[in-house]
């Protein structure tokens, strides 16, 4: 095992839990060196469309990165198109977003953004979950029109597509310009190891992560100002919080929906063996 865990945050909303184990010596009390990496450099412009050229992805094939957290749908297709590492468990919090149109919009429910543009990031996870809202609205897949934009907030306050799924900070973005939200976004994400990360320092991880947790539900106030730091003070009050549930072991059967899910809808060739993707001891 390297000595110097590298790691790369999906997003400082959800992954808060992630630097809060390396501010609050969590992981230093497990014996692990963290280097914590916010987002990617290049911002919006490094959300292309093709996710293996994306910052997160290219960097874990590289061998740059040891961990990396994702959506739960995408460490799934990570794993499986990019061959390398596994999934060590569920990440630390329920995510949250929102499916938003813009403020001249006629529409008002999920149920009519049926074969309406809505921008997302590809194969991301409000791509996932804007889908899962959608059919439960009633919306059949075949009607559901996501398209990719690197600036998914640029597009809706530009007047691109009617609608976007997004998450905070950009939630709270779209609603101080006027933008309306007509359906609240969840889902769960997952953390995927290199290689070299073996089981002992990946229950090193989920022990230090699952204190972060406990940290923050105690200290509720500079949770919502650190989690939400991107935004201004006066937005932080209303900000979408992730919940905090912690690291899970992620079970053959919740790989295994996901997975006819994912397959139903196109989203994976063939189906992962659940050994394959998934680090379960």
Known sequence: MTKTIRLQSDSNAHDRPWRVAVEQGFFAAEGLTVE????????AAGRVEDFSKRWKESQLQKGA??????????????VQALGGGKII???????????MVAKDSKIQS????????IA????????????EVLEAAGVPFADIKLVHANDRLAALLGGATQAAALMEPLVSRALAAGARN????????GIVAGNDVDEATAEKLRRALNRAIAWLRENEDRSRQEVLRDLKPEQRQHGLMPELVGVKSYRPEEFQE???????RGFLKQAP????????K
Not at 110 to 117: C, F, K
Not at 120 to 131: E, N, P
Not at 182 to 189: M, S, Y
């Open 36 to 43: 914590y990496h916010e987002d990617n450099p290049k911002g």
């Open 65 to 78: 990165l040891e961990v990396y957290p994702v959506c739960e749908w995408g460490a799934i297709e990570r």
């Open 89 to 99: 468990g569920l990440d630390t919090t329920v995510r949250t977003g929102a499916l």
């Open 110 to 117: 999920a149920a009519e953004l049926a074969n309406v543009p």
């Open 120 to 131: 997302v990031t590809w194969h991301a996870g409000t791509f996932y979950a804007a889908i």
């Open 182 to 189: 007509i359906a609240d976004l969840r889902w769960r994400g």
């Open 258 to 264: 996901k997975v006819e899910w994912m397959l139903d």
């Open 273 to 280: 063996q659940y050994r394959d993707v998934v680090r379960s």
